[in-house]
């Protein structure tokens, strides 16, 4: 694993002063597709989401947004795109537990703060008072029990104000009404791109207003 990789769960640091070079994009479909094949349910699609859908997931991120928080980047899809709107490297932690990405998310962003865990465990780790949190997540294909400790754990990292944005391959929001209630939450359909293979949907979840 590579030496810049934050391995220890209660700890998170800044890395290497260097950026890396960005890698071709036919070597991320190659790694993306040996990642899938390996592991279908986990990385849920044989190909990395589309320019647009990462246009379209942080559309509402900014400068001002403050750090944020990313749940399975990947290759560095939406990473790329949180940099091209204004968010510092500095301000991006980076939560990937496929070990066949770390090298690649370490090379390209080696000023953002790379965690090798489980988005699941996010209760474990210091506060981080983000502004938003990026979930590249398959959430359709995780136990709600793991749904739950995901969204627990994101909201604990996040401001009040703190906004929770997930993309769905599915007809509807991947996170149950139920679960929703019981955690306090709502969710908002922001947007969706047929460029995407498969399509896809971003969901905006936030706090309700009544909710402690």
Not at 152 to 168: H, N
Not at 188 to 209: D, Q
Request: proline share 8%.
């Amino acid at each position: 694993m590579n030496a810049n990789v934050i391995t220890d769960p209660f700890e998170i640091g800044p890395r290497g002063p260097e950026r890396g070079q960005g890698r071709c994009e036919g070597s991320e479909r190659w790694d993306f597709f040996r990642a899938w094949l390996a592991n279908p349910l986990r990385v849920a699609s044989i190909v990395p989401s589309s320019h647009r859908l990462a246009l379209a997931i942080t559309q509402e991120i900014s400068s001002a947004t403050g750090p944020v928080l990313e749940l399975g980047p990947g290759t560095g899809v939406f990473t790329r795109a949180l940099l091209a709107r204004g968010v510092a490297e500095t301000d991006l932690v980076l939560v990937e537990k496929g070990s066949e990405f770390l090298p690649g998310l370490s090379q390209q962003f080696p000023a953002a703060k790379l965690l090798a865990r489980d988005a699941a465990s996010l209760r474990h780790i210091d506060r981080l008072n983000a502004g938003a949190v990026i979930s590249g997540l398959p959430l359709l294909s995780m136990s709600l029990r793991q749904v739950a400790a995901v969204l627990r754990g994101s909201f604990r990292q996040m401001r009040p104000d703190g906004v929770f944005y997930q993309f769905t391959y599915g007809p509807r929001c991947p996170v149950p009404r139920r679960l929703l209630e019981m955690l306090g939450l709502k969710a908002v359909r922001i947007s969706t791109t047929y460029a995407n293979l498969p399509p896809a949907s971003v969901y905006r979840i936030t706090r309700r207003r009544n909710a402690r």
